[in-house]
């Protein structure tokens, strides 16, 4: 979506917590659009990946502007997953999440992935975290402040950021039809996570496994109730229970490749 075109008053949305780029000698917000397109297509080849689609919505009857659509089917059970990339000034608030949960919703669309160049606020943050049916993935790319001028950053370093904050599509499909938990004799089971001492963790719905959302890397990994690690980067997390009770939750280190920016929590 064109998010460097100029708004009048009125037509600001509920978010008051980014202001639009209104730059509007540039086609940085397209860019930016088709490499997060292309390294999605690039990471499924199975996957159809279509840029800048319409879309009737079920509900308002009117066409909704998609930046993309990812489609692909699982045992035969067609799954549509819609992206969208915002470029903006400062974080995203909870009005944008959940403008575009709305859109989702309109469009019957069980899953939507947001790029935000300057990341989100933590009210946000927590507003997709808590969203189930449609999910949304967030990726925050405010790691990459020069987005908006392309020649202060070479090919290279935009290529490795993109594919660092890529989105697996065909994990996605796999989670739409089977649930995202992670044990192994659990097909179908759903994880809602949410906040404990900053770090987001929830239960299987369906077999009651502990789970742990990666603070480093956003990989979801099973843990047992007194400690565990990160499947894909090895970051270390303990678990403070009593008597079965979720009490509080610690990261004890960093994963290899984690920047370090968010702080190890310390419950003592």
């Known amino acids: 979506m064109n998010d460097l075109a100029p708004l009048e008053a009125t037509d600001l949305t509920t978010d008051e917590d980014a202001s639009v780029v209104e730059d509007t000698t540039t086609p940085a917000w397209r860019q930016f659009e088709l490499d997060v397109v292309k390294t999605i297509a690039n990471l499924d080849p199975a996957a159809e990946v279509v840029h800048d689609e319409h879309i009737k919505g079920h509900f308002s009857g009117t066409m909704r502007q998609l930046d993309a659509v990812a489609r692909k089917s699982l045992a035969g059970a067609p799954v ?19 403008e575009f949960i709305g859109k989702l919703i309109d469009l019957g669309c069980g899953h939507g992935i947001l790029y935000a160049t300057s990341g989100v606020t933590e009210p946000a943050r927590l507003r997709a975290s808590g969203s189930i049916n449609p999910r949304v993935t967030l990726r925050d790319m405010s790691d990459l402040p020069l987005y908006a001028d392309p020649s202060q950053i070479s ?20 989670e739409a039809i089977l649930g995202n938990c992670q044990a192994n004799n659990c097909w179908y089971g759903d994880v809602r996570f949410g906040p404990v001492d900053g770090i987001y963790v929830g239960q ?7 789970h742990v959302m990666c603070s480093c890397c956003d990989e979801i990994s099973e843990m047992d ?4 690690a990160c499947f894909a980067c090895g970051a270390e997390y303990n678990v403070i229970s009593f008597k079965g009770d979720l009490d509080g939750m610690e990261q004890v280190s960093h ?5 370090g920016e968010h702080t190890l929590t310390d419950t003592a």
């Open 80 to 98: 549509e997953v819609v992206i969208e990339c915002k470029q903006y000034r400062r974080k995203l608030g909870i009005g944008k999440i959940d």
């Open 225 to 228: 109730w007194s400690s565990g």
């Open 255 to 259: 994963g290899p490749d984690c920047n």
């Open 155 to 174: 090919a290279d370093a935009l290529e490795s950021v993109l594919d660092e904050h890529a989105v697996d599509f065909s994990n996605l499909v796999e």
């Open 204 to 210: 299987c719905d369906s077999c009651g496994q502990l």
